[in-house]
């Protein structure tokens, strides 16, 4: 069970826009900022926004994320074929034992 | 271009040690935190353990704690991965990754990706 809760699935037409939630609480997303990875079939994770709602170089302005209290969000505008894939949220937690925390991920499917 | 590296994965029996290694290139090593990060097959990513870039600052998860232990050798542009005492739940594929900002302890987001070593625990 992962500390972050995301939906375990999200799906939507090319074209279309879509949200992937990740829930928290005050000793991770409440109190540090989220970092996003795409996870591509077979490949590596690879960062996709950082610090909330920065995009490293390279990545499409089609994707946005966004943060209110405990909850974040990933965006994705205009989906494409090729952004199918798995999806993460992170964050730094505070707690008893410092560490990172990840959601379980989510499963992009562009139907 | 930066690259990542892991080696040292393999077939292990529960109780004994293995030693993963990730050797860096295209950045300067040593003003990076460093961190493992493991995925189970068909799981999550599950972070294991980071590291600051002078070595003064270093995190576990819970589930390794006392059992693992990272270092570095900026000499050598190479971090590290002692697993002792392994489960049959440590069975996964062992990232490493570089840190988005230098300097930045282990609190970054992690930015470049090696393409994992595969550690299978079972008798």
């Known amino acids: 069970q992962s500390v972050l809760t995301q939906p375990p699935s999200a799906s939507g037409t090319p074209g279309q826009r879509v949200t992937i939630s990740c829930s928290g609480s005050?000793?991770?997303?409440?109190?540090?900022?989220v970092n996003w990875y795409q996870q591509l079939p077979g490949t590596a994770p690879k960062l996709l926004i950082y610090?909330?709602?920065q995009r490293p170089s390279g990545v499409p302005d089609r994707f946005s994320g966004s943060k209110s209290g405990t909850s974040a969000s990933l965006a994705i505008s205009g989906l494409q074929s090729e952004d199918e894939a798995d999806y993460y949220c992170?964050?730094?937690?505070?707690?008893?034992?410092?560490?990172?925390?990840f959601g379980g991920g989510t499963k992009l499917t562009v139907l | 271009e930066v690259q990542l590296v892991e080696s040292g994965g393999g077939l292990v029996q529960p109780g004994r040690s293995l030693r993963l290694s990730c050797a860096a290139s295209?950045?300067?090593?040593?003003?990076?935190?460093m961190h493992w990060v493991r995925q189970a097959p068909g799981k999550g990513l599950e972070w294991v353990s980071g590291?600051?870039?002078?070595?003064?600052?270093?995190g576990y998860a819970d589930s390794v704690k006392g059992r693992f232990t990272i270092s570095r050798d900026n000499a050598k542009n190479s971090l590290y991965l002692q697993m002792n005492s392994l489960r049959a739940e440590d069975t996964a594929l062992y990232y490493c990754?570089?840190?988005?900002?230098?300097?930045?302890?282990?609190?970054?987001?992690?930015?470049?990706w090696g393409q994992g070593t595969m550690v299978t625990v079972s008798s």
């Open positions: 610090s909330n709602n």
């Open positions: 590291i600051s870039w002078n070595s003064g600052s270093i």
């Open positions: 992170a964050a730094w937690d505070d707690s008893l034992n410092d560490n990172w925390v």
């Open positions: 005050s000793s991770n997303i409440g109190s540090n900022t």
């Open positions: 990754a570089n840190s988005l900002f230098p300097y930045y302890d282990i609190f970054s987001a992690f930015d470049i």
């Open positions: 295209g950045f300067t090593f040593d003003d990076y935190a």
